[in-house]
């Protein structure tokens, strides 16, 4: 496992942009974003494979949520543009091992998990 520290989160006016970044301890495999509103289940965002080729999104974040990676840094970051109320929600940064570098759209698949930062989309 590794450390993953967050940042980036904050309040914005629907439409408009954040950026979130998740710096991990060590070297990881893939990594991923999901985020929990209250009252709902945590949910998948979406994640990058480990040489940054291989991506994912929920269909709810598509066209307007970009994923990237730094692996010189250990970083991944998400871009967020068009943001809606519905948006808002703990965002939580994770993890696989670094032998796993393939993403998965399940949280049971990742080992480290960042403490979350939260994303509040006011309309």
């Known amino acids: 496992q590794v450390q993953l520290v967050e940042s980036g989160g904050g309040l914005v006016q629907a439409g408009g942009s954040l950026r979130l970044a998740c710096t991990a301890s060590?070297?990881?495999?893939?990594m991923g974003w999901f985020r929990q509103a209250p009252g709902k289940e945590r949910e998948f965002v979406t994640a990058?494979?480990?040489?940054?080729?291989?991506?994912r999104y929920a269909d709810s974040v598509k066209g307007r949520f970009t994923i990237s990676r730094d692996n010189a840094m250990n970083t991944v970051y998400l871009q967020m543009n068009g943001l809606k109320p519905d948006d808002t929600a703990v965002y939580y940064c994770?993890?696989?091992?670094?032998?796993?570098?393939?993403?998965?759209?399940?949280?049971?698949?990742?080992?480290?998990w960042g403490q979350g930062t939260q994303v509040t989309v006011s309309s």
């Open positions: 994770a993890a696989r091992g670094s032998w796993l570098p393939s993403p998965s759209a399940n949280a049971n698949a990742y080992d480290s």
């Open positions: 060590g070297g990881t495999g893939a």
């Open positions: 990058i494979g480990w040489r940054g080729d291989n991506i």
